[in-house]
């Protein structure tokens, strides 16, 4: 069986690539574009943002909090985490909607999430890949971090131009480094011909999984989606 690369392999390209890219789709967005729905349930485009926002703010945290290690997630294993709360990700939702609603002119919630995009970057690539830093309760090395970061970052630009037909699609070394986290989760290259944007799509549940993919998939098709 052929062994997946792991994820943090070329981690730092592959966060300022979805980074830049999803800065690039904001940067261009008016105050009616950022009312259209987007592909995460419930929200709008701008409550996207705001919750990129945090996740680029959540970067800065982590990389100002050292942590002794070993490290106990690493670029995989940090969404094993994910998807057991549905409540409290209906909170979360919730409340980046109400935060993304203050804002009432776009342009500022725009003007924030490029200067806090911007400074995440900067900051990765300033900070040692093998160091460990601590965040949302566990242990990573920031070449993981960055990594995860960059895997969040290219989802949610497939879920922000769900309704921008015109928009850049996510950087191809972002979707890369979404196949390696996948196919990690997996524990196996997928048995299925998928582009990496539609591999990122049925592998955290924006999409679901036809007869014939559930088929080549085998009983690894019930795990799917692998984190959501």
């Not at 970067?59 to 100002?64: G, P, S, T």
């Not at 990700?89 to 999430?113: I, K, T």
């Not at 290259?189 to 582009?195: L, R, S």
């Amino acid at each position: 069986m052929t062994t997946p690369p792991h994820p943090r392999s070329g981690a730092a390209g592959a966060l300022r690539a979805a980074y830049q890219g999803f800065a690039a789709v904001v940067g261009g967005l008016g105050d009616e574009e950022s009312w259209a729905p987007s592909g995460c349930t419930g929200w709008a485009v701008r409550d996207l943002v705001f919750h990129c926002v945090g996740d680029a703010r959540r970067a800065l945290v982590a990389l100002h909090t050292p942590a002794e290690g070993p490290p106990d997630r690493d670029a995989v294993t940090y969404w094993r985490d994910w998807g057991d709360d549905p409540v409290g990700a209906a909170d979360g939702r919730r409340f980046d909607r109400v935060a993304a609603s203050m804002f009432l002119d776009f342009r500022q919630l725009r003007a924030l999430y490029l200067e806090t995009a911007a400074a995440t970057v900067r900051a990765t690539a300033a900070t040692p890949s093998d160091r460990c830093v601590a965040t949302q309760g566990h242990v990573l090395t920031v070449g993981d971090l960055m990594a995860t970061l960059a895997v969040e970052a290219a989802v949610h630009h497939l879920d922000l131009v769900v309704h921008l037909p015109d928009a850049p699609r996510p950087a191809p070394a972002a979707l890369t480094t979404v196949r390696a986290t996948l196919d990690g989760l997996l524990g196996r290259p997928a048995p299925v011909e998928w582009t990496d944007e539609h591999y990122a799509r049925v592998g955290t549940g924006r999409a679901p999984l036809t007869d014939a993919e559930r088929a080549a998939l085998g009983a690894d098709a019930d795990r799917f989606p692998l984190f959501s």
